[in-house]
């Protein structure tokens, strides 16, 4: 049977876009166009600001606070000026905070993309024998791989070219010229290389995308598993690929906003986010799509078995995002530290939050084998999974770019939304161009007699 | 000594002996015990055995192994023996908290999954000098075993046995405990 996308999906991807068109526009207007203007800002805000400040700073006497001003300099670096006023600091961060915004957004949705591809690869890989019937949805998700990567790279770029250096700070060579720990980077940290890189990346994860769909396809009428057998090894070898690709992707385009800063695990806490949100995501579209009657060959236990990836996964983000933080908080080291300082000081509920989101509510929601087969628990536990982890993009590349300046305002959200909407457009689009069941798959039979 | 005829059906393989289950039990016998030499998947359910809550005491388990760490930690390293560890003095359980994290989860997984087994063997009616219930030792090998009492006749229920493939079928006076 094939999917058709109903209208009344397609009005809502398109309100999605032009409201998210809106909002993301009314995030660059109402950026201060001058210096002068935040200074009045400031002056006003500050009659009911009051002890805010130095209420957190004592809390975390502890961990280095001397060191966090190392992250206020890098900005400080940002600025044309080098004695720039406090005002001055505040309108960089602000007129930067429109392009944080998209971006953040832009790599949550392309973040799901490319991992469900690499859920997707790992299936063929193993040659699982429940999945089959759930690759036609995941191939549609991975449709977003190529698109979502362009406009993420995109964006990078074009806060070079067309913005001033908003998201990056190692772009900026008058930044470079003074800093000795970039200059060191700057081996890596270049346009031309980064450039490189990302087209590099790209064309990596589109090929096998394209090549694995269409071996897909071509088995549904097939007479032999050759076809099979071609997407079996061009997925066992794509995983390599992957997981160099996508480590130096999470150094490139993630790591690279706060170029001071390294963790050696990083790549890894990408990828937890990633896997767990693109599982998530497909079961919240096969459970969407069993709803309207389609994917009759999908059971409870497909359901059970998804559902446990997501509670497995959020356990394993945890335990890296755990790794990657007592190590730095324990050794206490400056350089190291001040990423986290900077971060509880001035992100605590979303720092803190983030954990509760994406560690304790799926940990509880989800530990209950019987609610992993309740449609509306996954959807619920599902949907703070999500949003978890778009706060953990945000909590990745906003203190870099905006600093204590941060809110999820109409920027924020206006990104989220017009991302959704390209999403949704996107993938529906490709799931209806084939058969939702992949019935040349030799494990189709398998599949849909999976029972546990 | 009370005593009762049950008999003894044994199966070498796992399908024939879960479709023999669902027969037997179709047909409104009562089948008293099945021994396996692995477990076998979906039998508690052909059985109609009630859901095992052995979960729930793992998780009960698992939050007394948490509790304990947490308390010994905080005697430990805050309470009884306060140090200055790489610049951070105990002075409060929650500021030095991320460095117990690791004896939290190991403690929670040590007493979930000791407790757990030691739970399990208990309810199985298992414990040290026990001698072995099953009524044949090629139960452990590569023979299933069903057990069913008699009542009534013993023939038909033969019968039926055989019919769902059963390799012997032998009839017990069995000492009721």
């Given at each position: 049977m094939n999917y058709t996308v109903s209208n009344k999906l397609k009005i809502v991807s398109i309100i999605l876009v032009i409201v998210g068109l809106l909002g993301m526009g009314y995030g660059f207007m109402s950026t201060p166009e001058s210096v002068e203007q935040v200074e009045t800002m400031l002056a006003n805000e500050s009659h009911h600001g009051g002890g805010h400040e130095a209420a957190t700073e004592t809390a975390h006497?502890?961990?280095?606070?001397?060191?966090?001003?190392a992250h206020g300099d890098e900005a400080a670096q940002a600025t044309?000026?080098?004695?720039?006023s406090h005002a001055e600091h505040v309108y960089h961060r602000l007129q930067n905070r429109p392009w944080a915004a998209i971006y953040v957004a832009a790599f949550f949705f392309f973040m799901i993309a490319l991992g469900a591809l690499a859920f997707y690869a790992i299936q063929r890989a193993a040659q699982a024998g429940w999945s089959p019937v759930l690759f036609r949805v995941m191939e549609a998700i991975t449709a977003y791989v190529l698109p979502g990567a362009v406009i993420v790279f995109g964006i990078a770029l074009a806060s070079h070219y067309i913005g001033h250096n908003n998201i990056f700070i190692w772009m900026d060579d008058k930044v470079v010229e003074h800093d000795e720990l970039i200059k060191g980077k700057s081996g890596f940290l270049n346009m031309g290389f980064f450039i490189g890189r990302g087209i590099f990346f790209i064309l990596g994860w589109a090929g096998y995308r394209y090549l694995v769909r269409k071996f897909s396809i071509a088995q549904d009428?097939?007479?032999?598993?050759s076809n099979f057998k071609k997407a079996f090894r061009f997925s066992a070898a794509f995983l390599v690929f992957y997981i160099v690709t996508e480590s130096i992707m999470s150094w490139d385009?993630?790591?690279?906003?706060?170029?001071?800063w390294f963790s050696t695990l990083f790549g890894w806490y990408v990828f937890a986010s990633m896997f767990v949100s693109g599982i998530t995501v497909i079961a919240l579209m096969t459970i969407y799509l069993k709803s309207k009657g389609?994917?009759?060959?999908?059971n409870d236990s497909h359901l059970h078995d998804l559902a446990k990836f997501m509670f497995g996964i959020s356990i394993f983000w945890t335990y890296l995002w755990f790794s990657q933080f007592m190590l730095i908080w324990y050794s206490n080291i400056p350089e190291e530290v001040t990423y986290f300082v900077t971060r509880i000081e001035d992100y605590n509920l979303p720092f803190f939050g983030m954990l509760a989101l994406n560690f304790i509510f799926p940990f509880l929601i989800l530990m209950n084998s019987d609610f992993k087969r309740v449609n509306w628990f996954v959807v619920m536990a599902g949907i703070i999974i999500l949003f978890g982890h778009y706060i953990d993009v945000f909590n990745m590349i906003m203190p870099a770019t905006v600093g204590d300046q941060w809110f999820i305002g109409v920027p924020e959200i206006g990104a989220i939304l017009f991302f959704a909407g390209l999403f949704l457009w996107i993938v529906f689009t490709s799931l209806s161009?084939?058969?939702?069941?992949?019935?040349?798959?030799?494990f189709i039979k398998e599949s849909e007699h999976f029972h546990y | 000594m009370e005593s009762s005829k049950v008999i003894h059906a044994l199966y070498n393989d796992d399908d024939i002996l879960m479709a023999a289950v669902k027969k037997v039990r179709a047909e409104k016998h009562h089948i008293e015990e099945v021994y396996t030499p692995f477990p076998v998947h979906g039998l508690d359910k052909a059985l109609g055995l009630?859901?095992?809550?052995i979960a729930i005491a793992s998780f009960i388990y698992g939050c007394i192994g948490l509790t304990v760490a947490v308390v010994m930690m905080n005697f430990i390293m805050i309470k009884d023996w306060p140090q200055n560890i790489g610049g951070k003095p105990s002075f409060s359980y929650l500021e030095n908290m991320p460095a117990f994290v690791p004896i939290m989860f190991e403690l929670t997984v040590f007493f979930a999954a000791h407790l757990m087994v030691i739970t399990f063997y208990l309810r199985s009616r298992m414990w040290p000098f026990k001698n072995a219930?099953?009524?044949?030792?090629?139960t452990t090998d590569d023979h299933f075993l069903m057990e069913i009492p008699v009542h009534g006749d013993e023939n038909e229920l033969t019968n039926l046995l055989k019919e769902t493939g059963a390799v012997e079928i032998k009839i017990v006076d069995k000492e009721a405990h």
């Open positions: 006497h502890e961990m280095a606070a001397e060191t966090h001003d044309e000026d080098h004695g720039g009428t097939a007479s032999d598993t385009w993630v790591m690279s906003v706060d170029p001071h389609y994917l009759e060959f999908v161009k084939a058969p939702l069941l992949a019935k040349g798959n030799p | 009630a859901p095992t809550r219930e099953n009524p044949d030792p090629r």
